[in-house]
C-alpha cells in the first residue's frame, strides 16, 4: 500500500478512534505510522474532523427558523411543495452553516509541527544541553554533509545560501519510526545557535516554499529540496529564523 492509497482508506476514518481496530484501516494506519508526513496529515484530518463534529453538534436551530422557511415557502410556491422544498432549504442552510465554520477554523487553528520534527527538536535540545554527543565534528559544513552522506544519512543536495556560509559544530544521526533524519548544528553570527535537519521526503510533498512554524520557544521553516525535507529551527522567534531562509 502506498501513501495515496492509505490516504484515500484514511479519508473516511472517525475522530473518536473506533475504527483503529477495523481490518479494513489497519492497513492504512500502518502506513501512516512508517511515514512521518502521512503521519502528520492524519494528525491534521482527526483533528479537523473532531473540531467540525463539536461545531456542529453545539449548533442549535432557532426556534423559529422552520416555520419562517415554511411560511416564506407557502408565500412564494404552491402549498404542495412547501414540505420537501423546506426540508431541502433547511439541509442547505445547515451544510453552508457546516461549510463556513470547517473554513473558518481551518484557515484560523495553529500549524503542528509533525511527529519527526518534534523528535529533532527534542534530538537538538539533548546536544544543546550536553546530553548527548554529535556523531561528527567539523567547523565546515561541506565536511559534514560529506560524512552524512558517506554513512549513508539523509543529506540535502545543497544548503540554504545564509546557512552554508555560518561556522558548523557538528552533526547528528537518529531515527524515527525507522526513518532516518540528521541534524546539523551551526553558530549563528549573534553567538546563539540554529539547526538544520534533513530527512527524506514523503510522496506528495511538492512545496518548495518553506512554511513557518512558531511552537512554544522554537521557530521552524520546512521546506522540500529535492529528494530530502529539510527543516530549519532555532530557539526563538520567526522573525529572526526568516532571515536565514529567505
Same mark, same amino acid.
Given at each position: 500500500m502506498d501513501n495515496r492509497e492509505a490516504k484515500f482508506i484514511l479519508n473516511a476514518y472517525r475522530p473518536d478512534g473506533r475504527d483503529a481496530t477495523d481490518p479494513r484501516f489497519s492497513e492504512a494506519l500502518d502506513q501512516a505510522r512508517r511515514?512521518? &508526513?502521512?503521519?502528520?496529515?492524519?494528525?491534521?484530518?482527526?483533528?479537523?474532523? +473532531?473540531? &467540525?463534529?463539536? /461545531?456542529?453538534?453545539?449548533?442549535?436551530?432557532? +426556534?423559529?427558523?422552520?416555520? #419562517? &422557511?415554511?411560511?416564506?415557502? /407557502?408565500?412564494s410556491r404552491p402549498p404542495r411543495w412547501s414540505k420537501p422544498l423546506a426540508n431541502w432549504a433547511i439541509a442547505a442552510v445547515l451544510t453552508l452553516m457546516a461549510i463556513t465554520g470547517s473554513v473558518i477554523w481551518h484557515n484560523t487553528r495553529p500549524a503542528r509541527l509533525a511527529g519527526w520534527q518534534n523528535k529533532a527538536i527534542s534530538v537538538i535540545s539533548s546536544l544543546v544541553r550536553n546530553e548527548s554527543r554529535f556523531d561528527a565534528q567539523s567547523q565546515k559544513p561541506a565536511e559534514l554533509v560529506s560524512w552524512?552522506? +558517506?554513512?549513508?544519512?539523509?543529506?540535502?543536495? /545543497?544548503?540554504?545560501? #545564509?546557512?552554508e556560509k555560518l561556522e558548523s559544530l557538528g552533526c547528528k544521526t537518529f531515527s524515527w519510526n525507522g526513518i532516518p533524519v540528521s541534524v546539523i548544528c551551526f553558530m549563528r553570527p549573534d553567538g546563539g545557535l540554529i539547526h538544520l535537519v534533513f530527512t527524506k521526503a514523503a510522496d506528495g510533498v511538492r512545496d518548495n516554499a518553506p512554511r513557518f512554524v512558531q511552537q512554544g520557544d522554537w521557530a521552524t521553516a520546512t521546506w522540500r529540496s529535492g529528494e530530502m525535507v529539510c527543516m530549519l529551527a532555532l530557539e526563538g522567534r520567526e522573525d529572526q529564523l526568516r532571515s536565514s531562509v529567505l
Open positions: 511515514d512521518p &508526513i502521512l503521519e502528520h496529515w492524519l494528525e491534521d484530518s482527526v483533528m479537523f474532523d +473532531a473540531a &467540525i463534529t463539536e /461545531k456542529l453538534c453545539a449548533i442549535a436551530v432557532p +426556534a423559529q427558523f422552520r416555520e #419562517n &422557511i415554511l411560511a416564506g415557502v /407557502k408565500v552524512l552522506r +558517506a554513512h549513508d544519512a539523509p543529506a540535502a543536495e /545543497k544548503l540554504p545560501g #545564509n546557512i
